[in-house]
T-cell receptor
Framework: GQNIDQPTEMTATEGAIVQINCTYQ??????LFWYQQHAGEAPTFLSYNVLDGLEEKGRFSSFLSRSKGFSYLLLKELQMKDSASYLC???????????????FGKGTKLSVIP | ETGVTQTPRHLVMGMTNKKSLKCEQH?????MYWYKQSAKKPLELMFV???????ENNSVPSRFSPECPNSSHLFLHLHTLQPEDSALYLC????????????????FGPGTRLTVL
């Protein structure tokens, strides 16, 4: 299957830490992306994971466990501008229809409050 | 120059109209994509072009017709649309398809907000 699950909405306080989870049930997994999308704007790339472990990039980190079909995006020192939707997207690898397509989750709408 | 541009940004059309969406990428990429984004739904891949050839067509109704005249330009021709086709239409490009790994990193345009009356 290609189910990709993320919470629909989350709320967190400015300056805090928030973790956005993503679980997936795909065959032929070949990598996972996180994108940020502000309302009315294009999604923009945040991170890419293909091996297990944590990738850190400034205030944002992304974690992957392939055996558990699980990833999370960690946002530290939250700022008001971090209010956006966060999209988890999985690459299917291999041959045949759908090869190497990005399959997106529905996205998690994060609201940062003062 | 912005990486991926789309025109128009907003479009309102009747069900009997014919219109086209345009996408242009300035990144030297070889693959281009059309996505549909509806409220409370995940991004839905519609079409993929690699080196100007259509490589994927995800069961999209024939009232949507893509065209890729060269690797920098992608069009989506629209005719006799339905109100449920109202959505944000996003164009994206990537270095290669298929490519795996970061070759799949997709760069998105700002989208066209389409309303079908």
């Amino acid at each position: 299957g290609q189910n990709i699950d993320q919470p629909t909405e989350m709320t967190a306080t400015e300056g805090a830490i928030v973790q956005i989870n993503c679980t997936y049930q795909t065959s032929g997994f070949n990598g996972l992306f996180w994108y940020q999308q502000h309302a009315g704007e294009a999604p923009t790339f945040l991170s890419y994971n293909v091996l297990d472990g944590l990738e850190e990039k400034g205030r944002f980190s992304s974690f992957l466990s392939r055996s558990k079909g699980f990833s999370y995006l960690l946002l530290k020192e939250l700022q008001m501008k971090d209010s956006a939707s966060y999209l988890c997207a999985v690459i299917l690898g291999g041959s045949g229809a759908g090869s190497y397509q990005l399959t997106f989750g529905k996205g998690t709408k994060l609201s940062v409050i003062p | 120059e912005t990486g991926v541009t789309q025109t128009p940004r907003h479009l309102v059309m009747g069900m009997t109209n014919k219109k086209s969406l345009k996408c242009e990428q300035h990144l030297g990429h070889n693959a281009m994509y059309w996505y549909k984004q509806s409220a409370k739904k995940p991004l839905e891949l519609m079409f993929v072009y690699s080196l100007e050839e259509r490589v994927e067509n995800n069961s999209v109704p024939s009232r949507f017709s893509p065209e890729c005249p060269n690797s920098s330009h992608l069009f989506l021709h629209l005719h006799t649309l339905q109100p449920e086709d109202s959505a944000l239409y996003l164009c994206a490009s990537s270095q290669a398809y298929p490519g795996g790994g970061l070759y799949n990193e997709q760069f998105f345009g700002p989208g066209t907000r389409l309303t079908v009356l």
